[in-house]
């Protein structure tokens, strides 16, 4: 118990850091591993205070394999999922109850038992128009076939409800293997481990049987069973590292408002589109795009309202170029875009216009709406420029141009709440309105 207590203080303190939904599902898993363990001190005690210990443990342990399960389902989120989460836990709770309390109550047995398989059938049927997806049905499978295993089995006498705790146990288990290969289908060491890990804690409740059957005088220490949960905490701690890991280098490369590359990678993506223009003799442009009037949006509504904005407008840049093009964001309200094969001056002059006019357009940011223009730069390789440096002076000479001559100075940006009438915003010309 101390053991895994270290283990799930350890994965606290990184799941903490990671702040993420499924490493907080991770950790009140392993909380459940930690009462799984403290309420199997008390199961030797006599009577019903040894019994419903015993029951508690083992609930919390086929608790904490199905938390583990629903944590690593992409749609775990999804209404259908949430029902599903609640059904498995409650008719695992109560299949244990009855197999406890009423171990000769056949009918109580069986249905408790056919409710392990009928559940997650009807939930998958019911949302299989919305959600068909293949964890589902492995699930909903896995599920049924326990629930048939069990009606086979669970009423033999002798060795009956034994087999019936060790099968529900090794489909709880086997099921997180399963479902950690699915979602973290990655060569890394965090995935391998816990994925083994999940394996080998399954592999237990057929083994462990097995061996005291084949061999009912050879006994093993209980600590040995336990070894795999002990794996499958380092696997999962090593999964939330990788994922910080892969974390930070994404920061590194990109901007953490809008999800765009940032400079740093927009340099490099420059130069290797430059590499790869030189290399075929091709056409390369470079745009730079500066929102003429952000800051006044920005005044005006807040700052909240200038984020939204640069978020959309980065959806916005996306939607009108290839994915084989870069869009990154280089500045406070500035945009770069790279413009790759097939391009020549008029396409990129065309992509230009229609930025400018979908952004001289009314742009909806919740309750409000503004309206604020742009200006675009224009820079094509190797008519203007041989260099990455002097590609992007060239783009940003023409953007500048642009902004002082060819957009009308005196035309601020209109704002306005939902449904009302533009207005000049405070200090503007009004007879450019």
């Known amino acids: 118990m101390a053991t895994v207590a270290s283990l799930a203080s350890a994965f606290a303190s990184v799941s903490w850091r990671s702040r993420s939904p499924v490493a907080r599902l991770w950790l009140t898993g392993w909380l459940m591993i930690v009462l799984h363990f403290a309420f199997f001190l008390f199961a030797p005690l006599p009577g019903h205070t040894g019994t419903i210990a015993s029951l508690a443990g083992t609930i919390a342990l086929v608790w904490a394999g199905i938390l583990f399960m629903w944590a690593a389902v992409p749609y775990h989120n999804t209404l259908s999922s949430r029902w599903m989460l609640v059904a498995l836990i409650a008719a695992n709770a109560l299949y244990l109850a009855v197999s406890t309390f009423f171990p ?212 916005l840049f996306l939607g009108r170029v290839r994915r084989s093009d870069t869009v990154a964001r280089t500045g406070g309200d500035e945009f770069s875009l790279i413009l790759e094969e097939p391009i020549c001056r008029e396409d990129a002059q065309r992509v230009a216009d229609s930025l400018m006019q979908r952004l001289d357009s009314p742009i909806r940011l919740g309750e409000h709406t503004v309206r604020v223009g742009a200006s675009v730069g224009v820079a094509i390789f190797p008519d203007d420029a041989l260099s990455a440096e002097s590609l992007c002076i060239a783009a940003d ?37």
């Not at 001559?405 to 005196?410: D, L, M, N, Q």
């Not at 405070?426 to 450019?432: I, L, T, V, Y």
């Open 104 to 315: 000769d109550s056949h009918p109580l047995l069986n249905s408790a038992a056919l409710l392990l398989g009928i559940l997650p059938l009807s939930i998958t049927l019911v949302s299989a128009r919305t959600l068909n997806a293949p964890l589902r049905w492995f699930t909903t499978g896995l599920y049924c076939a326990l629930s048939a295993f069990l009606l086979a089995f669970q009423n033999r006498p002798g060795d009956g409800s034994d087999l019936a705790l060790n099968a529900l146990l090794f489909v709880v288990y086997i099921g997180c293997s399963i479902h950690f290969w699915y979602t973290y289908r990655r060569a890394t060491a965090g995935s391998l481990i816990t994925i083994a890990g999940f394996l080998a804690w399954a592999a237990v409740f057929v083994v462990a049987p097995w061996i005291g059957v084949a061999f009912p005088h050879k006994h093993i220490q209980d600590e040995v069973w336990n070894l795999p949960k002990y794996v499958v905490a380092v696997g999962m701690i090593l999964l939330l590292l990788e994922d910080q890991i892969e974390h930070n280098k994404h920061l590194a490369l990109h901007d953490e408002l809008t999800g765009l590359p940032n400079r740093r990678l927009f340099q490099d993506r420059l130069s290797s589109a430059l590499e790869r223009a030189r290399r075929t003799g091709a056409q390369m442009a470079l745009l730079l795009v500066d929102l003429n009037h952000f800051k006044q949006v920005n005044d005006t509504y807040g700052h909240h309202v200038g984020d939204q904005l640069l978020i959309d407008v980065g959806k």
């Open 397 to 433: 000479i023409r953007m500048y141009s642009d902004k002082n001559t060819s957009r009308p100075p005196a035309a601020p940006p209109a704002f306005s709440k939902a449904g009302e009438p533009y207005t000049a915003p405070a200090g503007a010309d009004s007879s450019a309105q």
